[in-house]
């Protein structure tokens, strides 16, 4: 079974521009969340959609936004860079089914910000 | 969620048992311990998970103590492909997917 996949890998924009971030998840799984991760705050969670909703959000101003679609596969939308953002964003799938839920994590997207 | 605590960092020689430990003390009765680890600048790897019981499978032993207070990940064999940040999250049943990661153990594989 193919794992979770994650496009673009590397991806270069300036300030103030916008960007797009695509996660497919693990083929059965309906739960997608995105993380940032950063060398100053670590590992941290964005949000999650479930059945094209929004079903948990972290501490993130509402430039970060998300969306998922019908086939499950889910995009991320940054807008009004700023140079913080420079990070790794991750994607994460599981069935979203809750008890023992185990998340599998894509590679990642790395976005730098000049 | 629960806070967890792990040493920054920990050595260990190839061929020997990696003994990671993290602390819990405030974990609730349904909060699940999970470990994760990440190779440098990839996606973190689900290692293992238990609630109470320690648990094995093909990569590592999960022992949590009676009390649910801390527990140990064990990787049996080590190798240098082990070498990565290790990180112990408590995580409560009803919120699967918002994982809270501590900044981990860096284990540091040597020959």
């Known amino acids: 079974k193919a794992g979770v996949t994650q496009t673009p890998r590397y991806l270069i924009k300036t300030r103030g521009q916008q960007v797009t971030l695509s996660c497919s998840p693990i083929s059965g799984h309906r739960s997608v969340s995105w993380y940032q991760q950063t060398p100053g705050q670590g590992l941290q969670f964005l949000f999650e959609?479930?059945?094209?909703?929004?079903?948990n959000k972290g501490n993130f101003p509402g430039r970060f936004s998300g969306r998922q679609f019908s086939n499950s596969r889910s995009e991320m939308n940054v807008s009004t860079l700023e140079l913080g953002d420079s990070a790794l964003y991750l994607c994460?799938?599981?069935?979203?089914?809750?008890?023992?839920?185990?998340?599998?994590f894509g590679p990642g997207t790395r976005l730098l910000v000049l | 969620d629960a806070k967890t605590t792990q040493p920054p960092s920990m050595d260990c020689a190839e061929g020997r048992a990696a003994n990671l430990p993290c602390n819990h003390s405030t974990i609730s009765g349904n909060e699940y311990v999970y470990w994760y680890r990440q190779i440098h600048s990839q996606g973190p790897q689900y290692i293992i998970h238990?609630?109470?019981n320690n648990e094995t499978n093909e990569m590592a032993s999960l022992i949590i103590t009676e009390d649910r207070k801390s527990s140990t990940l064990i990787l049996p064999h080590a190798t240098l492909r082990d070498t990565a940040v290790y990180y112990c999250i408590v995580k409560p049943t009803g919120t699967a997917s918002k994982l809270t990661f501590g900044t981990g153990t860096r284990l540091q594989v040597t020959l």
């Open positions: 959609y479930f059945s094209e909703t929004q079903r």
């Open positions: 994460a799938s599981s069935l979203g089914q809750g008890v023992r839920e185990t998340q599998y």
């Open positions: 238990g609630l109470k």
